[in-house]
């Protein structure tokens, strides 16, 4: 590959912890537009999509790797399957729970497991570990690349590939067998699957700092989300009991919920990441990258799915001041928005069987 055209320490690199918005709009145009320029200059022969193809043979990845992520979705499924069957469900039989919320609280309480430890392990690494500075300075991403020596990476960031590229494999299958049907379950499974690409192409192409970074933003919303649900799920019993304290709970991880998805996913998404890739990486990474275009524009598109996942919680707050209404999913099957019918009928729709095991209305 062509070495990149200028140095990090050259004064022509914008060189920030934090862009603002206005500047990385600029930035990126001027740098998009640069890559066009220069795209068939350093790459004449390239033919859509037969070159891509034909790149893809040149991925740095083995058959071992490649049924290890395989087996791994598959002990994620298993063991989703034992936490969530028989350890949740008879579990929380004693709890008095609305058939709804039974229904519903065994996978907010797998995926809030999942998402403690896999965000606590991407803040050691991203923040604690010490053997990275992308986070404060994300363009140090590209040091690697000064020499064409590719980026250092230790042990933590395979560990994080393999263990988060395994469990998005057994995602979709989740999203489509395992999981309750929302509103946007369709635009999940796309997701999971731009978001497997993106690990498998930035694995395959020595750009693994990237990835870990974009896990870093985006799994503590994931988190928060289920931690909310977990706490409205059990706040409210069949037999009258009501817990305050799981209410208070709830409310506070809403809000952080809304604050952190702005502050991780719309404000240091764009401004670090995004700035790192789609500018920075025009001038300091390899000139002939043959996967950058296709990685810039996938995490272009998770930033509009942010976006769009935004409107929700947007719609969400704005319903819970104007209503007084609890907080709630409004993405899923059970809201008036989606089929119509109030909370209340569900519930009687749960318990007269016409609501099917994946969350879904039977027909009749």
């Not at 007084?324 to 009687?348: C, H, M, Q, W, Y």
Request: proline share 4%; aromatic share 20%; glycine share 4%.
């Amino acid at each position: 590959m062509l070495p990149p055209e200028y140095n990090i320490t050259d004064p022509f690199i914008h060189n920030v912890s934090t862009v603002d918005y206005i500047t990385f709009l600029k930035l990126s145009t001027d740098a998009v537009i640069h890559f066009l320029k220069r795209f068939y200059v350093v790459r004449p022969n390239y033919k859509i999509p037969w070159t891509f193809f034909e790149d893809l043979l040149t991925l740095n990845i083995t058959w071992f790797e490649v049924i290890l992520v395989f087996v791994l979705s598959f002990f994620w499924t298993i063991l989703r399957y034992w936490i969530t069957d028989i350890i949740v469900k008879p579990k929380i039989k004693s709890f008095n729970l609305s058939p709804l919320n039974s229904h519903k609280l065994p996978e907010s309480i797998w995926k809030c497991l999942y998402y403690i430890n896999s965000f606590g392990f991407l803040c050691y690494v991203t923040l604690w570990s010490g053997r990275y500075n992308f986070f404060y300075q994300p363009i140090s991403l590209w040091e690697g690349w000064q020499d064409m020596s590719g980026q250092k990476v230790y042990w933590d960031v395979y560990f994080i590939y393999f263990t988060q590229g395994s469990y998005y494999i057994h995602s979709i299958y989740a999203t489509i067998y395992m999981d309750i049907w929302r509103k946007d379950s369709l635009l999940m499974i796309i997701h999971h699957f731009v978001a497997l690409t993106l690990i498998t192409l930035s694995y395959g192409s020595g750009h693994l700092l990237e990835g870990a970074f974009v896990l870093f933003l985006h799994d503590n919303t994931d988190l928060l989300l289920e931690i909310t649900k977990i706490c409205f799920y059990l706040k409210k019993r069949e037999n009258g009991d009501y817990y305050p304290v799981l209410h208070f709970i709830g409310n506070l991880a809403f809000v952080a919920f809304a604050v952190f998805w702005f502050i991780f996913r719309l404000y240091w998404y764009p401004l670090k990441l995004l700035y790192t890739t789609v500018y920075a990486g025009v001038y300091l990474g390899p000139q002939d990258s043959p996967f950058f275009p296709i990685l810039g524009f996938m995490l272009v598109v998770v930033l509009f799915m942010n976006i769009y996942w935004f409107n929700f919680i947007i719609r969400m707050i704005i319903r819970v001041c104007t209503t007084g209404e609890e907080p709630e999913d409004n993405r899923e099957f059970d809201t008036a928005s989606v089929i119509g019918v109030s909370r209340k009928e569900l519930e009687i729709m749960v318990r007269e069987g016409k609501i099917n095991k994946d969350g879904k209305i039977k027909k009749d």
